[in-house]
């Protein structure tokens, strides 16, 4: 049994996620689509189940998010771990039934807070952070209807769900909590067109990373949490899932 990870893009792995996974004992399976690799349709190797972000639409045809959604919906039924980020969580929303649409402001990039809900303020992957802290933002669709039985558990001033949960096991983040400071500045370098409809600059970004309040120190402080909690309590390794919820509460 493993973790499986799927990355629909060169540009969004996995990272600080991955790692932190890696290092727990999880045995990891990536599934990068960009590359040719076909999404599985049998859940039985299945432990826990990952959708990072990419290009790309949630309500598209494409073969292989139309493949992510049959997963999704396979291992939501039967209580196991899901988590999708940005891409990904618009795909677990739309997979059981919630809608997806462009952000108001065309386009959000760089660092911004989240404010939790009071659902995400009782949630035990938030648990020990600030209801409003620093998350790192690079998307122009975002999740407009959540799944009939979802909780919003996040929001910001220009995206109405940052993070949502339905039943113990399925999350989705609109946010990216897996990335480096390198990999912050690579966007900054092949995200032009996207940084100009967000209304930033590569200075400007850089000037984020660099505050001393809400700047890169504190956005990966935050995320190391979120991820670590992530991986002890929605994906341990010591346990299989099938029909549990394991040490999570809401």
């Known amino acids: 049994m493993a973790t499986y990870i799927i ?18 004992g999880h045995r990891l399976i990536f599934i990068r689509p960009h590359e040719g690799d076909a999404v599985p349709t049998d859940s039985s190797d299945i432990d826990a189940l990952v959708i990072m972000g990419g290009p790309g639409s949630a309500a598209s045809d494409e073969p292989w998010i139309a493949a992510a959604k049959e997963l999704v919906r396979t291992l939501d039924a039967a209580a196991m771990p899901v988590l999708g980020i940005c891409l990904g969580a618009q795909i677990v929303a739309h997979a059981l039934g919630g809608e997806v649409g462009p952000v108001d402001a065309g386009y959000q990039f760089g660092l911004a ?7 995400g303020r009782d949630d035990p992957l938030f648990a020990g952070l600030g209801w409003t802290h620093v998350q790192l ?37 609109q946010f990216h909590p897996e990335c480096s400071h390198d990999r912050i500045m ?10 100009d409809q967000a209304g930033v600059t590569t200075d400007a970004i850089e000037r984020q990373l660099q505050q001393a309040d809400g700047g890169y120190a504190d956005y990966e402080r ?24 394991g040490e999570l509460r809401h």
């Open 137 to 173: 933002h690079h998307h122009r669709e975002a999740i407009t209807t959540l799944p009939d039985g979802a909780k919003g558990l996040a929001k910001s001033d220009d995206t109405a769900v940052q993070a949502f949960a339905k039943g113990l096991r399925t999350y989705g983040f």
């Open 113 to 119: 807070d989240i404010h939790l809900t009071p659902a």
């Open 222 to 245: 935050n995320s190391v949490r979120l991820l670590e909690r992530v991986a002890l309590l929605l994906m341990p390794v010591d346990r299989r899932f099938a029909g549990t919820s």
């Open 186 to 195: 690579s966007w900054c370098g092949s995200e032009a067109q996207h940084m």
């Open 7 to 24: 990355e629909p893009s060169s540009s969004g792995p996995a990272e600080r996620l991955a790692v932190m996974l890696q290092d727990l």
